[in-house]
């Protein structure tokens, strides 16, 4: 079995790759060797599987085993892999997160319960038994809106790591830069502290966030990496550049429908083709089309 991250693991750029399709929808795991081999070629720090990018809303239990077992045959030790768990109930959760720990899986990324709103206690007891049935560790992934994981519910889960495997959080439309500067001064020496608000990025990153699991790492991942390495080496003013390009692309993926215009946009790309998405989000707008071709021309022409 692989080893199991701890929170100094999770740094960097560590893209939550797509889920490759073919005309019948069903899974291209050669189209997913290809796709993990070129982000770990890149330089990223590691992959996650069966994120929001990677349409895990739409996946059942075996396929994001055998996306796990893939992506882990291609990093072959040179990344870890993580896996998304984004569902309705402690029961499936469980369920993926057994199915993906047996695939490989060194740490799991796991959304609140979706589409119910759940109490801080529940979502306390679904971390809790996830990790209790898994033993994996886990990243909460704070992008619900209507339900977050609050800043206190998160000081809880620290607090109680043995019982809820807790090791990172990303936050992202489900949080806030307040929220995010709040954990980096409360518990960011407990676990490590991510940010995936693909449209502040460079503020997030710029403030202490150890990296980022975002949506526009698996889009333009040459792009995030170089403004986090800008970061980390006190370029500001090259990030800041990188960050405009980078906003300027999923701001014209998300006027619409976000996991159609991620694979629109990886498709344009030379080199990379990843299918259509999972209906009913499968359809993109030709206006929709035409932004991002104009956006992804832009971030081409970039001089890094």
Same mark, same amino acid.
């Given at each position: 079995?692989?080893?199991?991250?701890?929170k100094e693991d999770i740094v960097g750029i560590f893209p939550p790759v797509v889920s490759p399709f073919d005309a019948n929808e069903e899974l291209d795991l050669e189209?997913?060797?290809?796709?993990?081999?070129?982000? %770990?070629?890149?330089?990223?720090?590691?992959?996650?599987?069966? &994120?929001?990018?990677?349409? &895990?809303?739409?996946?059942?239990?075996?396929?994001?085993?055998?996306?796990?077992?893939?992506?882990?045959?291609?990093?072959?030790?040179?990344?870890?892999?993580?896996?998304?768990?984004?569902?309705?109930?402690?029961?499936?959760?469980?369920?993926?997160?057994?199915?993906?720990?047996?695939?490989?899986?060194?740490?799991?990324?796991?959304?609140?319960?979706?589409?119910?709103?759940?109490?801080?206690?529940?979502?306390?007891?679904?971390?809790?038994?996830?990790?209790?049935?898994?033993?994996?560790?886990?990243?909460?992934?704070? %992008?619900?809106?209507?339900?977050?994981?609050? %800043?206190p519910l998160m000081q809880r889960m620290v607090a109680n790591q043995r019982e809820t495997g807790l090791i990172a959080t990303k936050e992202s439309i489900g949080g806030?830069?307040?929220?995010?500067?709040?954990?980096?001064?409360?518990?960011?020496?407990?676990?490590?502290?991510?940010?995936?608000?693909?449209?502040?990025?460079?503020?997030?990153?710029?403030?202490?966030?150890?990296?980022?699991?975002? &949506?526009?790492?698996?889009?333009?991942?040459?792009?995030?990496?170089?403004?986090?390495?800008?970061?980390?080496?006190?370029?500001?003013?090259?990030?800041?550049?990188?960050?405009?390009?980078?906003t300027d692309v999923c701001s014209q993926i998300s006027r619409f429908n976000w996991p159609a215009g991620v694979k629109a946009c990886i498709n344009m790309q030379e080199?990379?083709?990843?299918?259509?998405?999972?209906?009913?989000?499968?359809?993109?707008?030709?206006?929709?089309?035409?932004?991002?071709?104009?956006?992804?021309?832009?971030?081409?022409?970039?001089?890094?």
């Open positions: 079995m692989p080893r199991l991250l701890t189209s997913l060797r290809r796709e993990v081999d070129f982000n %770990v070629s890149l330089g990223v720090t590691g992959v996650c599987v069966g &994120g929001s990018t990677g349409e &895990g809303h739409a996946l059942d239990a075996q396929e994001l085993g055998q996306l796990v077992k893939t992506a882990q045959d291609v990093a072959n030790g040179r990344v870890p892999v993580m896996a998304g768990i984004i569902t309705t109930t402690t029961r499936d959760a469980v369920r993926k997160a057994k199915a993906a720990r047996d695939a490989g899986a060194q740490a799991l990324m796991v959304t609140p319960p979706i589409y119910q709103i759940c109490s801080d206690d529940g979502i306390y007891d679904f971390y809790s038994m996830i990790h209790k049935e898994s033993s994996l560790p886990t990243m909460v992934y704070n %992008v619900l809106t209507n339900a977050p994981a609050t %800043v806030s830069l307040e929220t995010l500067t709040e954990l980096l001064a409360t518990i960011g020496d407990k676990i490590s502290v991510t940010w995936a608000h693909d449209w502040l990025l460079f503020p997030g990153l710029a403030i202490g966030a150890t990296g980022s699991v975002s &949506g526009a790492a698996a889009l333009l991942p040459r792009h995030c990496l170089a403004m986090w390495d800008a970061i980390q080496s006190g370029n500001l003013a090259k990030a800041q550049k990188l960050h405009f390009v980078v080199g990379r083709n990843v299918g259509p998405c999972r209906a009913p989000f499968n359809r993109v707008p030709e206006e929709q089309l035409e932004r991002i071709r104009v956006a992804l021309k832009r971030a081409d022409a970039f001089e890094f």
